[in-house]
C-alpha cells in the first residue's frame, strides 16, 4: 500500500514539474504555445508548417490574437513579432542589435567560432563592420561609383551574348540546353564576378567561370539547407552524428565548404603576393592591419585570417545567390503575369531604345522597371523572419517584458503582407509604387527587403543597382519563353531555406 501511495506521489510530482515546465513563462511575457524538453516549441513549428516556419508563426499569432508570441526555439527564449510598428523597432533599436548565438553561423567556420559581420555582436562586430564598409566604398560599394557600373555593364553584355549565341565552354553546357537555360544558375557568375571586382580586384575570363558556378551552386545548397530559426541543428547540434543526411547536415557542410574553399583561394593568393606598397584593393588592406597587428603583438586581435575570410563570404553569398534567386522569383511571376513584361518592355523602348543598354541614369526615367523590382523583393521576402536578433538588454517591446539574451526575431514577411500597410498585399502590383505624376515614389515604397537600422544589409545598394541593370538589360532584349509541355510555375513549390527559393527550371530567352 505504501509503495502505491509513493508512486501516486512521483507520478504526481512529475506531472506537475512537466507542466510547469511547459507552462512557465518570465513574468509579462509575450502569448505563445507550450515547450517540450530539447526541443522547445520548435517541433510544433515543424508539424504546422515544416517547409515554411514562418507561416507557422503567423497562424500561432493568429491562435493567441497577438502580434508578437513569445516560445521557446530549443532552449532559447524566443519573441516573433508580425507587427509593422514592432518590427521596425526591433530593426532599429540598439537594445536588439545582438546576434543570436546558432550552430549554423558556427558551422561555417572551421573551428566553429562566430565569424565575419552577419553573426558576430559587440565591439568585434562594431569594428570589423567599420573598417569593412568604410573601405570597400572606396571601391565601390554601398554607393554609385561609375567603374562599378561598367564593370556590371560588361557582365551583362557577356550575359547577353551568351543567351544569344549559346553555350561555348563545358561548365556553359551544363547550363543550356536547346535554347533553354537554368535558373537561377545561369546568373551566378554575372552579379558574383561583378562583386569580386570590388572585393579583389579581378574576375574570371568566361572560359575561367566554371568555377563561379560550382561556388554559386554551392552557395545555393547552403541556403536550402537551413531555415528560418537556424534548423534542428541549431537547437541539438549532435543530430549530426546520428543523422547526417536527414538533419541537412552534410548539404550545409558540404554547401558552406564549397563556398568557403573558393574565398580562401583568392585570399591566399592575395597572401603570396602581398606588398606593402601596393594596396590593390580591399583584401590587401586587410591584410595590412593583420600583419599590423601581428608586429604589436596585439593578443585577440580583431582582424586575423579567419575573420578576413569570413568577412568575404558573408559579402559575397548576395551577390552570389542573393540577386540570382530574386531573379528566378522575378521570371516565375513574369510568366505569370506577362502583361508586367510587355510594360517594362514599352516603358525601356520609349526611354532606352535598342542602340544601347540601360543605364542607372536612366532609372529616374523607368519607373515601372525599377517599381517592379521592389514589388518582387516586397511580395516575394527574400529573409522572411530576418537573420534573428537578439535583446543586449532586459527591454521592453509592445508592452511586453523581453529579458536579456532572448532571440528576437521581426517577421518581415508578415511585415511585408500587411493590409493596413498595402491595402492588397497579396496582388503583384508594380503600380503601388508609382505616384500620380508617373514618377517612382519612394514614400510609397514601405518595403525592408535589406532590413534596416544597423543591421542593415549592407549590400543594398550594390543589389538594387545590379538588379536594376541586369533585368532592364535583359527586357530591353528578350521575351521569355517556357519549354513545349512545361506547367506555368506553381507557387506551392517554393520553399523556405535560410532564403525564400524557387526549384531550379528551364526558361528561353528569345531575341526580341
Known amino acids: 500500500m505504501l509503495s502505491i501511495v509513493l508512486s501516486g506521489i512521483i507520478v504526481t510530482i512529475a506531472i506537475y514539474r512537466l507542466y510547469k515546465y511547459m507552462y512557465e513563462r518570465p513574468p509579462n511575457f509575450p502569448p505563445g504555445p507550450p515547450r517540450i524538453p530539447i526541443l522547445g516549441s520548435y517541433l510544433l513549428l515543424l508539424l504546422m508548417d515544416h517547409r515554411d516556419l514562418y507561416k507557422a508563426a503567423i497562424r500561432l499569432s493568429k491562435w493567441y490574437n497577438s502580434k508578437i508570441i513569445g516560445l521557446y526555439i530549443g ?9 509593422s510598428d514592432g518590427v521596425k523597432e526591433i530593426l532599429n533599436r540598439q537594445d536588439f542589435d545582438g546576434r543570436a548565438d546558432i550552430f549554423l553561423a558556427r558551422m561555417r567556420d572551421p573551428h566553429h567560432n562566430l565569424r565575419g559581420i552577419f ?6 562586430w562594431k569594428n570589423q563592420r567599420r573598417f569593412t564598409l568604410r573601405h570597400l566604398r572606396d571601391y565601390g560599394f554601398g554607393r554609385r561609383f561609375t567603374e562599378l557600373e561598367i564593370e556590371v555593364r560588361d557582365e551583362i ?5 551568351i543567351l544569344r549565341n549559346g553555350p561555348k565552354y563545358p561548365h556553359e553546357h551544363k547550363m543550356m ?11 551566378y557568375a554575372s552579379s558574383g564576378n561583378a562583386f569580386l571586382k570590388i572585393m579583389s580586384g579581378e574576375k574570371f575570363t568566361r572560359s575561367e567561370q ?16 537551413g531555415d528560418d530559426y537556424g534548423k534542428l541543428l541549431s537547437i541539438i547540434p549532435w543530430i549530426r552524428f546520428f543523422f547526417p543526411g536527414k538533419s541537412d547536415y552534410i ?17 591566399d593568393k592575395h597572401l603570396e603576393s602581398f606588398d606593402e606598397s601596393h594596396e590593390r584593393n580591399f583584401i590587401d588592406l586587410y591584410i595590412q592591419q593583420m600583419k599590423a597587428q601581428q608586429k604589436e603583438g596585439t593578443e585577440n586581435p580583431y582582424f586575423n585570417y579567419e575573420q578576413l575570410i569570413l568577412i568575404c563570404v558573408d ?6 545567390t542573393g540577386v540570382p534567386v530574386t531573379l528566378s522569383l522575378l521570371y516565375q511571376r513574369l510568366l505569370l503575369q506577362p502583361e508586367v513584361l510587355r510594360k517594362m518592355q514599352k516603358e525601356i523602348d520609349e526611354v532606352v531604345g535598342q542602340g544601347r543598354l540601360p543605364s542607372l541614369d536612366d532609372r529616374i526615367n523607368l519607373p515601372y522597371v525599377e517599381s517592379t523590382i521592389r514589388e518582387i523583393m516586397r511580395f516575394e521576402t527574400l529573409v522572411p523572419s530576418s537573420i534573428p536578433h537578439k535583446a543586449l538588454y532586459d527591454t521592453k517591446l509592445m508592452g511586453y517584458d523581453i529579458p536579456k539574451d532572448s532571440f528576437v526575431i521581426p517577421g518581415l514577411f508578415a511585415f511585408h503582407n500587411d493590409p493596413e500597410l498595402w491595402g492588397d498585399p497579396h496582388v503583384f502590383r508594380p503600380e503601388r509604387f508609382i505616384g500620380d505624376d508617373g514618377k517612382l515614389c519612394l514614400k510609397k515604397d514601405k518595403s525592408l527587403p535589406f ?10 545598394t550594390f543589389a538594387r543597382n545590379t538588379l536594376f541593370l541586369m533585368v532592364s538589360a535583359l527586357a530591353q532584349n528578350f521575351n521569355i519563353k517556357q519549354a513545349p509541355g512545361e506547367k506555368l510555375p506553381d507557387l506551392s513549390k517554393n520553399f523556405t531555406g535560410i532564403i525564400t527559393m524557387a526549384p531550379k527550371y528551364w526558361l528561353k530567352f528569345e531575341p526580341r
Open 157 to 161: 553584355c557577356l550575359f547577353l551574348d
Open 210 to 225: 566554371g568555377i563561379l558556378f560550382e561556388t554559386g551552386r554551392a552557395g545555393f545548397q547552403f541556403q536550402a539547407g
Open 451 to 460: 532590413g534596416a537600422g544597423k543591421r542593415l544589409c549592407a549590400g543594398e
Open 119 to 124: 553573426f558576430t555582436e559587440g565591439p568585434y
Open 315 to 320: 559579402f559575397f553569398f548576395p551577390a552570389l
Open 75 to 83: 532552449g532559447a527564449l524566443s519573441v516573433i513579432c508580425h507587427d
Open 177 to 187: 540546353k536547346n535554347g533553354y537555360v537554368l535558373i537561377p544558375e545561369i546568373f
Open 251 to 267: 548539404n550545409l557542410r558540404d554547401g558552406n565548404d564549397g563556398v568557403y574553399k573558393f574565398i580562401k583561394s583568392i585570399i
